[in-house]
């Protein structure tokens, strides 16, 4: 098993550009979720889905976007990129939502010019 | 609403010494906590989790964490610390329907 992959590891953007960070789990979780990790703020939840089809808003969903057409995939999409999107993304995936183990990727380094 | 803090940013510990991260936690229903560690560059491994039955956790790498529900804490500790065991901790709570949330960190600091 590849666990979680994410795709790019590092990526440099200029304001208002638009990309799409990919995330990918073979472990046929349903729930997969997208966080930001910011010095001294932990990890903050982006956008979360407990199956195919199903996706819902966590505490920082604005200015990204995501979608989960397959249990595999959950692509995660900075329409209009600000500096303040500078940060590390990580993609986790896990069985069940409360009480699973969370497994996650090794994390994109984005940074916004 | 879940949450957890870490109230300290950073925890210092001569190798061989007992090592101790704080968490508590805000929960309303049944906890569900977790421990994660952080090496740099890497995503968050999991360390050990707490649902239900023993306070007393025994997780990987020697980890242990005690669950306390009158003093609504969750400390990962470890009888003799390593070198490697230097990297940043992250305790969680699971919330409903995947809300899981994360204290804000602390890294650990083991010198030789």
């Known amino acids: 098993n590849a666990g979680v992959t994410q795709t790019p590891k590092f990526q440099v953007l200029k304001t208002g550009q638009s990309m799409t960070l990919q995330c990918a789990q073979d472990?046929?979780?349903?729930?997969m979720s997208w966080y930001r990790q910011d010095p001294g703020m932990g990890l903050r939840l982006i956008h979360y889905?407990?199956?195919?089809?199903?996706?819902d808003q966590g505490e920082v969903p604005n200015g990204y976007n995501v979608s989960r057409s397959t249990t595999e995939d959950f692509p995660l999409r900075l329409l209009s990129a600000a500096p303040s999107q500078t940060s590390v993304y990580f993609c986790?995936?896990?069985?069940?939502?409360?009480?699973?183990?969370?497994?996650f990727g090794p994390g994109t380094r984005l940074t916004v010019l | 609403a879940q949450s957890v803090a870490q109230p300290e940013d950073q925890v210092n510990v001569a190798e061989g010494n007992p090592l101790t991260v704080k968490c508590t936690y805000s929960?309303?229903?049944?906890?569900?906590l977790f421990w994660y560690v952080q090496y740099p560059n890497r995503g968050l491994q999991f360390l050990l989790k707490?649902?239900?039955?023993?306070?007393l956790v025994k997780g990987s790498y020697g980890f242990e964490a005690e669950f306390n529900k009158s003093q609504t804490s969750f400390h990962l500790k470890k009888p003799s610390a390593l070198v490697s065991d230097s990297a940043l901790y992250f305790c969680?709570?699971?919330?409903?329907?995947?809300?899981?949330?994360f204290g804000a960190g602390t890294q650990v600091v083991v010198t030789p």
């Open positions: 986790a995936s896990s069985r069940e939502t409360n009480t699973d183990t969370q497994y």
């Open positions: 472990m046929n979780h349903e729930y």
């Open positions: 889905s407990v199956g195919a089809g199903i996706t």
């Open positions: 929960v309303s229903g049944n906890p569900y």
């Open positions: 707490y649902i239900t039955g023993d306070n």
């Open positions: 969680s709570t699971g919330g409903s329907w995947g809300k899981f949330q």
